[in-house]
């Protein structure tokens, strides 16, 4: 007893040959279902975000980081880190980025521009 293949005539559909006039209709016969219209947003009240740490740019000269260091903490307290400094290319300056609590922004700007006067305070963005 040899085993042959029985092919069921149902299961195989043949196609016609691409360039005939027949395989756009055949291509049609088989096009999907259009899909629905993607929804439209609705009109939403913004929500407020709360931030709890922002970061603070300042650009001073690297002799004045210890002066910067303590402005801010004698102002925010423990809530101030700093996150790093980068030293800017053709200039003698660096610039600092401060994490702050978002409420005590304004104190450390102060304390900054008072203890600085020569700093740069430069973005503020939210971590």
Request: glycine share 4%; proline share 9%; net charge positive.
């Amino acid at each position: 007893m040899s085993k042959t293949a029985s092919i069921i005539p149902d299961s195989v559909r043949v196609r016609p040959p691409l360039h005939s006039s027949r395989s756009l209709a055949y291509r049609a016969s088989y096009a999907q279902p259009a899909l629905a219209p993607a929804p439209q947003p609705t009109l939403v009240r913004p929500v407020k975000v709360s931030v709890s740490i922002v970061v603070l740019q300042v650009t001073i000269l690297p002799a004045l980081l210890n002066s910067l260091q303590q402005a801010v903490a004698a102002s925010c307290g423990k809530v101030a880190n700093i996150l790093g400094t980068d030293p800017l290319p053709r200039s003698q300056s660096i610039r600092v980025r401060l994490g702050i609590d978002a409420v005590s922004v304004n104190a450390a700007m102060e304390a900054i521009i008072r203890a600085l006067p020569s700093g740069e305070i430069g973005r503020i963005a939210a971590l």
